[in-house]
């Protein structure tokens, strides 16, 4: 079965960096589009990047210029480099995989990673 597993979490001061990873496993990786999320405490779930299967990037306003989603298709794995990092961005960040076709969707979720940013 399909499965996602996140990497990299952890605790960094303002103004630092950390790359997450995310290994897929039991799918066609390079058919799927990739994704991050993140979920702050009491907050909803938002939409951090997300790359297509063919690469092309968009990001969340509140990240853009700090934050960089990758892929690697030989290696069946996504990457989100987070740089100049905020306490905003305190959150457990998930990886997603979506795709859809013959008129059926394909979702899955990691089970996340925590990112916590404090002095």
């Known amino acids: 079965q399909v499965q996602l597993v996140e990497s990299g979490g952890g605790l960094v001061q303002p103004g630092g960096s950390l790359r997450l990873s995310c290994a897929a496993s039991?799918?066609?990786?390079?058919?799927?589009?990739m994704a991050w999320y993140r979920q702050a405490p009491g907050k909803q779930r938002e939409l951090v990047a997300a790359?297509?299967?063919?690469?092309?990037?968009n990001y969340a306003d509140s990240v853009k210029g700090r934050f960089t989603i990758s892929r690697d298709n030989a290696k069946n794995t996504a990457y989100l480099q987070m740089n100049n990092l905020k306490p905003e961005d305190t959150a457990v960040y998930y990886c997603?995989?979506?795709?859809?076709?013959?008129?059926?969707?394909?979702?899955?979720w990691g089970q996340g990673t925590q990112v916590t940013v404090s002095s």
């Open positions: 997603n995989a979506y795709r859809y076709y013959s008129g059926k969707s394909y979702d899955y």
């Open positions: 039991g799918m066609i990786f390079s058919t799927y589009n």
């Open positions: 790359i297509t299967s063919g690469g092309s990037t």
